[in-house]
């Protein structure tokens, strides 16, 4: 690395080689303001745009959690208007040993509903 800048101050030398003409940065702000285009004003909708697109997903959010709420759940309501639906002893059997329940909680589960 130094071996670089070495060669390189041998070459160029240690005076910097680009000028700058006199008074250069003086009018430089005032020219480059002249030169950009004047600044149009948004229209409503333009600056109102992200308030749509917010109010939008709110309402979608909205409208989802009111379906998923007040949905009638039909597969309960069949169940429970139902009141002839047979039901074998098998599937008792098989419920009572998925929950693990003995006769003694089928028991005071079924007294205490009636």
């Not at 071996?3 to 041998?10: F, L, R």
């Not at 379906?67 to 419920?95: G, K």
């Amino acid at each position: 690395m130094i071996n670089e800048e070495q060669y390189i101050k041998s070459k160029v030398g240690g005076t910097n080689p680009f000028r700058v003409p006199d008074g250069y940065f003086d009018n430089l702000t005032a020219q480059v303001m002249q030169q950009l285009p004047e600044r149009h004003r948004q229209s409503l909708v333009v600056r109102l745009r992200p308030w749509f697109y917010a109010a939008a997903c709110f309402l979608a959010v909205l409208f989802t959690a009111a379906v998923y709420f007040y949905s009638p759940d039909t597969s309960s309501r069949q169940v429970a208007t139902n009141s002839n639906v047979t039901v074998s002893e098998s599937y008792i059997d098989e419920a009572a040993d998925f929950v693990m329940a003995d006769n003694n909680d089928i028991y005071a589960c079924l007294a205490s509903e009636y």
